[in-house]
């Protein structure tokens, strides 16, 4: 049973840098057959996709193009856990944000474990 | 603006069946699979649908994905009030190297 779990500063302020962190159990940051994701929800813009880790003999990212100059998602596996920081951030990027394990199905992969959910406000 | 295009909302009575569209473009819907999501008030989405018609266990076979083209549609049957959710489709997009995902349906059991 695989549980990931959220920390993280709940208000961040215009131009500085939100960070997040997942802190999994019942799996492992550095597993060859998942990838590690972030992905946040708000009224204006739904359900956003923000990027993903993964290693496969080395680690690879990649990241949404909407957020691919302020965004970096890195990886502790002395903590099996992994971390958002998106810079310069706006209110716009007030959401709630999610971490999310992505599974293989087949030829396919879908997002079957998710964080708890993190209320971030971008506010002075 | 979502990718993926879902009417904002859905209804019907318990026992019915609704369906649920979700339409996209040739650069996600159209050449890969997609991914339907339940969210619960106040929760995280949930895996409801994987590879456009496969079900996660656990998940009733009330629910069933269907895909043609570059759309697809979820469809509940025997509507229940606790399928009273949030549903979400989601497709990786090759155009902009991504998932992609639609604008959500508010799914109301009367």
């Known amino acids: 049973q695989v549980h990931l779990q959220q920390s993280g500063p709940g208000l961040v302020k215009p131009s500085q840098t939100l960070s997040l962190t997942c802190s999994i159990s019942?799996?492992?940051?550095?597993?060859?057959?998942?990838?590690w994701n972030w992905i946040r929800q708000s009224p204006s813009r739904g359900l956003e996709w923000l990027g993903r880790t993964y290693y496969r003999s080395k680690w690879y990212n990649d990241y949404a193009v909407s957020v691919k100059s302020r965004i970096t998602i890195d990886a502790d596996t002395s903590k099996n856990q992994f971390s958002l920081q998106l810079n310069s951030v706006t209110p716009e990027d007030t959401a709630v944000y999610y971490c999310?394990?992505?599974?293989?199905?087949?030829?396919?992969?879908?997002?079957?474990?998710w964080g708890q959910g993190t209320l971030v406000t971008v506010s002075s | 603006q979502s990718v993926l295009t879902q009417p904002p909302s859905a209804s019907g009575t318990p026992g019915q069946r609704v369906t649920i569209s979700c339409s996209g473009s040739?650069?996600?819907?159209?050449?890969?699979?997609v991914y339907w999501y339940q969210q619960l008030p106040g929760t995280a989405p949930r895996l409801l649908i994987y590879r456009n018609n496969q079900r996660p266990s656990g998940v009733p076979d009330r629910f069933f994905g269907s895909k043609s083209g570059t759309s697809a549609s979820l469809a509940i049957s025997g509507l229940r009030s606790e399928d009273e959710a949030d549903y979400y489709c989601?497709?990786?997009?090759?155009?902009?190297?991504?998932?992609?995902f639609g604008g959500g349906t508010k799914l109301t059991v009367l």
């Open positions: 019942g799996d492992y940051v550095s597993s060859n057959s998942v990838l």
């Open positions: 999310a394990r992505e599974s293989y199905y087949g030829s396919g992969s879908a997002f079957d474990d």
């Open positions: 040739s650069s996600n819907i159209g050449s890969n699979d």
């Open positions: 989601a497709a990786w997009d090759d155009s902009l190297s991504g998932w992609v």
